[in-house]
T-cell receptor
Framework: DAKTTQPNSMESNEEEPVHLPCNHSTISGTDYIHWYRQLPSQGPEYVIHGLTSNVNNRMASLAIAEDRKSSTLILHRATLRDAAVYYCILRALNDMRFGAGTRLTVKP | EAGVTQSPTHLIKTRGQQATLRCSPISGHTSVYWYQQALGLGLQFLLWYDEGEERNRGNFPPRFSGRQFPNYSSELNVNALELEDSALYLC???????????????FGPGTRLTVL
């Protein structure tokens, strides 16, 4: 029972920004928003996480809506190596469940 | 630093048999998670162990069980295998320093279980 909703797939051109949306309308006050991605034939890898404020790291940025019912993962310049399935997850004590994710295709 | 390791890489069993999958976490990590990923699907949470105790389990029947050893390695056992148990089983480890809501999970390469 995933608590997040993501588009099944998205496409991007290489070196362009990508905005991956996630809806989590039932988020509770203590849920953290995590993003992981799974490259082909690999286990998932951590991308970023946040609670209320926008977050930046070397991989991506996370923009969280003021009401926290949605968030957006931003890849500033997509590369072919960013082609993967991106999972948005709500993380709380004793609970971490992946949804179906968004398959990102990057075109050269 | 060595990452999460899983063994075996591939496992072939027949229906009704038992399968045992093993996971070694990153050194110093106390939490181990198990996930099932059927072909073309997302990850389904199976089990979470921390400090040797089962902390949570997903919506799987009791024939899926496991344990965590004193060195924090873990074992997943699947009894009475069914054809639909064929999947990639992923293990992840973490060190919940600031609480489990913020810990980062590091995944192993998985064990591909095929049930014939």
């Amino acid at each position: 029972d995933a608590k997040t909703t993501q588009p099944n797939s998205m496409e991007s051109n290489e070196e362009e920004p990508v905005h991956l949306p996630c809806n989590h309308s039932t988020i509770s006050g203590t849920d953290y928003i995590h993003w992981y991605r799974q490259l082909p034939s690999q286990g998932p890898e951590y991308v970023i996480h946040g609670l209320t404020s926008n977050v930046n790291n070397r991989m991506a940025s996370l923009a969280i809506a003021e009401d926290r019912k949605s968030s957006t993962l931003i890849l500033h310049r997509a590369t072919l190596r960013d082609a993967a399935v991106y999972y948005c997850i709500l993380r709380a004590l004793n609970d971490m469940r992946f949804g179906a994710g968004t398959r990102l295709t990057v075109k050269p | 630093e060595a990452g999460v390791t899983q063994s075996p890489t591939h496992l072939i069993k027949t229906r009704g048999q038992q399968a045992t999958l093993r996971c070694s976490p990153i050194s110093g990590h106390t939490s181990v998670y198990w996930y099932q990923q059927a072909l073309g699907l997302g990850l389904q949470f199976l089990l979470w162990y921390d400090e040797g105790e089962e902390r949570n389990r997903g919506n799987f029947p009791p024939r899926f069980s496991g344990r965590q050893f004193p060195n924090y390695s873990s074992e997943l056992n699947v009894n009475a295998l069914e054809l639909e148990d064929s999947a990639l089983y992923l293990c992840a480890s973490s060190l919940p320093l600031a609480g489990v809501s913020t810990d980062t999970q590091y995944f192993g390469p998985g064990t591909r279980l095929t049930v014939l």
